[in-house]
Each structure stands twice: as structure tokens, then as C-alpha cells.
């Protein structure tokens, strides 16, 4: 591993097998960890840009074994949407391609194109464009019925499968990878699920099979044996009626009989299932490395290479998997997306300074809305060529960093990396602000991972944290600081009043106070209309031991949550019997009892026995600083949430902003 070799000779063993290098087909891979697939979302035109360069050079140098581009078009009517990922049907495609392997070979590292084609599972082509699939079968997802596939579209398909590996090729980056996962074309033909034919590429799996064999030949016969050519499968795609992991056993050594595959790459699911679209790239609280029984199981059946992946966030889980010999390469990649010098640091002996990624899945929810990839405690991912490397200074400032939630902390690390000396003061005990509530939550507990992280960085910094110290407007005059940023973060808004509602009969309470206290034995309705995770994260942590009732004016419940994000927390919200209820607003109160009202039909139901009310309108700003320190004349920067309320990934990204900046 470049700039490595002799760090990691002194880690003594403990990541001794993902830091070993592996030879895939013609090319060693300097070690173990992957960065499998996926579309940053920096992609110009369809064609490389520098900033996508940056991104991913950025994971090269920080030590990633091997990286793999998001799905790449071949075909006009399988694209995953305009100006979306990379397009290989442009010829002009090979001249960005070169300028990524200069870069990622300078850093030692290895790149692969993913070729795919979406079969049935998106829905923006255009008139005299329609969906190419196997069969009349539509996705669940986008309800969309394709134009059924002739032998001539076949043979058309396939050919550009293999003009899209020469172009890759001709780029002189190191390989491809077949997309047959996740329902995409040769899925579709592979799966009785989504393969209804009844000719030579239908109806016995190895009719089934005929499309992705001719496939595999096409793009070697390209390529030749100097490249890697991949193959990404399910291992099962966990839907009725769909490819089972017995059938997956059967047909791996069957694909791979030929020798023209370098690797077997396994995950889960297909897009044709509105559910297991969004669970292949499960967020928190999934099981960390669940898809890794897949491969393991492949791995049995086969002699090349198989890669796993699935929530395998924490080198320490990467090094049990290779060291049990369940797969020989491990995707981590949202671990590296949060952190991408995350086997620098391994290697160096400090896995306790890798940021870890605590399945927020920020970067799937813009992915799947066509947005460049944001993480949620990462604000450089996918800024690297906008915002550059951050420099040290030359000379130190005291800067004095108001508040301990996102914003201030990330503003206090970055101060403090460059050089500064900076105290931190934080009103109460506890550091986070508004994460810490969410981390209490069951489906974001592992949220508290990043406020530890934060906490490890500071004391490391040697930032003097003051906790339990609320800063006065009369104190600002005594900091005897050079600037400061101010990150007091917000507060709920105060709730609206409702109609003959009696606080002695019912009580209430803000998101806040039921995820720092829950009640028990009681009736809670949460008034959902602040959007985003606070109202349904208190449902969350109140469920277990209460009743609890959603409304929301809403179309859905948790409308402006990715359905990512949504089909977990509906799973756990539904399966504990709280009662969701779009599309109403309270109309007034009877009692105990709440009166609702449609706002379409304006048709009235009732809420009996309803204890508490949780009347969420969403935060306000907290600031009552900001004059006092115009009136000093202390330069100052006000960040996140004190701002204006948004996103946690937001305020970080100002906290880090300012800490470039001071």
C-alpha cells in the first residue's frame, strides 16, 4: 500500500488480514477493503469531472484497496436518469476515464466501472424510449410496464455492454464490473421473479442464465485477460417468487465455470420490491455485516474471489470477516464515504480515529433523490475539489467555540486541527444538543458513536471543554478571545394552541422531553408538523411502554423522511401498534378526548383517552448573543441551528466551514 508498508508491518497482526493484498484475476489489490458501487452524484453530464475525481482520489489516498463507480449507462433505455452517474454510450467518456486512473494510480489504488442497465426499475425515459425487460413485469417502485426484449434487442444490449468495456479500457482504468444485482437487466433475466419468456432465454434456469453467460463472453472478448471483469449478484433477493439463496448457490458455479470471471461480489434484493429496494443498503438499526451469511454461502461453491458488504462499518467487523474466511474482499462503503482515510488511519494503529459511520444513510437518501451525496458527520464527502485540503495556521487565535451540539463541536475540532487554541462552552452537562436526544431513540441509538467520536477528537485537540457553562451577554466582554463562533442551536417552537384542551387533564410535552424522558403506561398523540425525524423518533422511544397516535396534514407520515429511512422506522413504528394517521389536523379537544379533521373532506373522528400531546411545530431559533458580541466588536460567525433550524449535516457542515475560516 502506497506510503503504508512500513506503518502497517507495525500494527502487530491485529488488521493483518484486510491490510494483506489480493490478486483479482491480473491485478493485485494492495489490500482488503472495498469501496463497492455507488453514484457520488458529481458526475457531469454523465462524463467524469474533476470534482469526481477529487472524490474518489481522495479514497485511493487514503487507502481504499479497490473502488468501483457507480452503475454506468450502456444503453439509452437503460440509464438511471439524466446527467445521473457516468454514461458510457458517450464516446468522449475515455478521455475523463484516463485522467481517473492517473489519479488513482498515483495513490496506489484500483478502479473498476460498473456497467449496468436498469431493466424495468426506473422510470425516466422519454416518448419512442420505453423500458427494455425481459417480460412484461413492472416494479413495484415505479409502476412502469417495459417493451419486452426481441432477440435483436438482445444481441443490441449485449453489444453495448462490450463497447461500454472498451471504453473503460481505453480509459487504462483496471476493470469492470457486471451490475446483475438489484433487479437490473441480467437480474431480470436470471430471476423467475422478473423472467417470464418462454423462448431460449426463458423458462429453465439455465434458459434464464443463457443472457448473463453471452454477457460475460461479450465483455471478456473486449477486455481480454489484462482487466478485471467482476460480477455483482444476489445472494438472494428476499422477495416471493423471486431468486432464492438456493438458487444463487446453483448458478454461481455455473457463471463461473468459464474462467471469465475474476470475483463474485454478493448482496441482497431487487428493485422490483418496493421494500427490498430500499433494505439493500440498510441504515440503523439493521444487524452490521448481514448480507455477509450470503457469501459465505457462495464462497462454499466457488474458486474465485467473493466480495461481501452490508453495514460492515467497523474495521474491527471487516478484519473477523476475512479472518473467518466468510468472503476475501469487504465493502465498506458508506464507512468510507463518513471517513476515507479509514485504512490510513488502520494501518497507522489508530482505528479509534477512524469517524465512524453510524448508518444515518444521508448519502443513500440523496442518492436515491438524484442529489449529490451528503454525509451526516462528514461535511467535506463530495466537497473535496469545492472546498480543498484544509491548511494549518500560521498563526494561532484564541477562538472561543458557544455551544456543544453538531455545529460547535465540528467548528471546535477543525479550529483546533489547524492549530488554534479553542475552548468549548456548552450550557449543560451533555455534548450533541439535538443528536443526543435522537441517539436515545431505539432506531438512532448508535447515533451516540458520533458525539463519542467528537469527545475522543477534542480531548486529542487538548480543546478545553466547559460543560454546565452557559454564556451570559454580560460575560462576552470577559472571554478574552480573537473571534467566536456561536452554535446555540434552537429550541421547539411553542405549540399552537388547541381548541378546549385542559393542560390539568391533558399534559403537554415537546419531542424533546419524551426522548430525554419517556413515559409509561400512557396515550401519547404527537402532532406531526415540524417534519423530519424529532416527532417520530419521541414515537419511537415512546412505543414500547404507551399508546401512541400520530396525525400529520401530511399525504404521509414522515413525508420528508427518504423512504430509505422510512421503510425501517414504519416497520418498527407499525409493528408496535402505533396508529399513523395522515392527512388530519386537530380540530379541538373534549376532555380527554382530541377531535381530528380531515383536511380534505373535513369529515371529524375522534382520539379517546389521550394522555399526553406532543404538539410538534418544529424549532426556533436560540440567540441571545449575537448583539453582545456586535456590541464588543469580537469577530464572530454564527452557525447551524442559532441560524436558522436545519439539517444536522448542515450544521456540521457550517461548524466545519467556520473552522476553516477563523
Not at 448458478?251 to 468459464?258: D, G, I, M, R, V
Not at 467473493?306 to 465493502?331: K, W
Not at 459511520?357 to 463530495?382: D, F, M, Q, W, Y
Not at 408496535?576 to 386537530?586: D, F, H, I
Request: hydrophobic share 40%.
Amino acid at each position: 500500500m502506497r506510503g503504508l508498508e512500513t506503518k502497517a508491518s507495525a500494527v502487530t497482526g491485529t488488521f493483518q488480514h484486510l491490510l494483506e493484498p489480493i490478486q483479482i484475476g491480473p491485478k493485485t489489490i494492495r489490500n482488503r477493503a472495498l469501496v463497492t458501487a455507488h453514484v457520488p452524484g458529481l458526475e457531469k453530464d454523465g462524463l467524469v469531472s474533476e470534482a469526481f475525481i477529487a472524490y474518489q482520489q481522495a479514497r485511493a489516498r487514503g487507502g481504499a484497496g479497490l473502488q468501483i463507480s457507480g452503475s454506468s449507462s450502456v444503453h439509452a433505455t437503460g440509464s438511471v436518469g439524466a446527467g445521473r452517474s457516468l454514461n458510457n454510450t458517450k464516446p468522449e467518456i475515455v478521455e475523463g476515464y484516463k485522467r481517473l486512473a492517473e489519479a488513482i494510480h498515483g495513490e496506489g489504488g484500483r478502479f473498476l466501472v460498473q456497467l449496468g442497465h436498469a431493466a424495468a426499475s426506473v422510470n425516466d425515459q422519454d416518448a419512442g424510449r420505453p423500458l427494455w425487460a425481459p417480460s412484461a413485469v413492472s416494479s413495484q417502485l415505479v409502476r412502469e410496464m417495459p417493451e419486452v426484449m426481441t432477440r435483436a434487442m438482445i444481441e443490441e444490449i449485449i453489444e453495448a455492454y462490450a463497447v461500454a468495456a472498451g471504453r473503460v479500457k481505453a480509459g487504462g482504468l483496471d476493470g469492470v464490473e457486471i451490475l446483475g444485482a438489484f433487479g437490473q437487466l441480467p437480474a431480470a433475466f436470471l430471476s423467475p421473479l422478473t423472467n417470464k419468456r418462454e423462448d431460449e432465454y426463458g423458462g429453465t434456469p439455465e434458459k434464464r442464465m443463457r443472457f448473463l453467460s453471452e454477457l460475460i463472453d461479450a465483455v471478456r472478448a473486449e477486455v481480454g485477460r489484462g482487466l478485471i471483469v467482476g460480477l455483482r449478484m444476489p445472494g438472494d433477493e428476499r422477495t416471493e417468487g423471486g431468486l432464492t439463496q438456493a438458487d444463487m448457490e446453483a448458478f454461481a458455479p455455473k457463471l463461473t465455470a468459464s474462467g471469465k470471471l475474476d470475483y463474485l461480489n454478493v448482496v441482497a434484493g431487487t428493485n422490483y420490491d418496493r421494500i427490498m429496494r430500499m433494505e439493500h443498503w440498510p441504515p440503523t438499526p439493521a444487524p452490521h455485516g448481514l448480507y455477509v451469511p450470503l457469501a459465505a454461502a457462495i464462497k462454499a461453491k466457488v474458486k474465485i474471489p467473493v466480495f461481501t458488504s452490508g453495514r460492515v462499518t467497523d474495521p474491527a467487523l471487516a478484519e473477523e470477516i476475512l479472518a473467518n474466511g466468510h468472503a476475501d474482499m469487504v465493502g465498506m462503503t458508506r464507512a468510507h464515504i463518513a471517513d476515507p482515510d479509514l485504512v490510513r488511519k488502520v494501518a497507522e494503529g489508530r482505528p479509534g480515529d477512524v469517524r465512524p459511520c453510524v448508518g444515518a444513510n444521508l448519502c443513500i437518501s440523496n442518492a436515491t433523490e438524484g442529489k449529490t451525496i451528503r454525509c451526516l458527520h462528514n461535511p467535506e464527502a463530495a466537497r473535496e475539489y469545492e472546498w480543498g485540503p484544509q491548511k494549518r495556521v500560521e498563526t494561532a487565535k484564541r477562538v472561543a467555540v458557544i455551544g456543544g451540539g453538531p455545529a460547535g463541536l465540528e467548528a471546535a475540532r477543525v479550529a483546533a486541527e489547524r492549530g488554534h487554541q479553542v475552548v468549548l462552552y456548552e450550557a449543560g452537562e451533555e455534548l450533541g444538543g439535538q443528536f443526543s436526544l435522537w441517539a436515545r431513540a431505539p432506531q438512532t441509538r448508535e447515533f451516540s458513536r458520533s458525539v463519542q467520536w467528537f469527545e475522543r477528537q477534542l480531548t486529542q485537540l487538548q480543546v478545553q471543554v466547559r460543560r454546565n457553562a452557559a454564556v451570559t451577554p454580560d460575560m462576552i466582554g470577559e472571554l478574552d478571545v480573537d473571534c467566536i463562533v456561536l452554535a446555540t442551536g434552537s429550541q421547539p417552537a411553542p405549540p399552537q394552541p388547541v381548541e378546549g384542551l385542559d393542560p390539568d387533564r391533558i399534559a403537554l410535552a415537546s419531542p424533546w422531553e419524551i426522548l430525554d424522558q419517556p413515559p409509561s403506561g400512557q396515550h401519547v398523540l404527537i402532532i406531526d408538523e415540524g417534519g423530519g425525524r424529532s416527532g417520530l423518533s419521541a414515537a419511537d422511544a415512546a412505543l414500547e411502554h404507551n399508546r401512541v397516535t400520530v396525525i400529520s396534514t401530511d399525504f404521509t407520515v414522515g413525508e420528508m423522511i427518504n423512504p430509505n429511512i422510512r421503510t425501517p422506522l414504519y416497520k418498527r413504528l407499525l409493528g408496535g401498534n402505533v396508529e399513523l394517521r395522515p392527512c388530519e389536523e386537530v380540530a379541538r379537544a373534549e376532555g380527554k378526548t382530541i377531535i381530528t379533521r380531515n383536511i380534505y373532506s373535513g369529515q371529524e373522528a375522534k382520539i379517546e383517552a389521550v394522555d399526553t400531546v406532543v404538539n410538534w411545530r418544529g424549532n426556533q431559533v436560540v440567540d441571545q448573543l449575537s448583539e453582545a458580541i456586535r456590541h464588543a466588536g469580537t469577530p464572530f460567525k454564527v452557525i447551524g441551528d442559532c441560524r436558522a433550524p436545519r439539517h444536522v449535516h448542515t450544521a456540521i457542515a457550517e461548524g466545519a466551514l467556520a473552522g476553516r475560516s477563523v
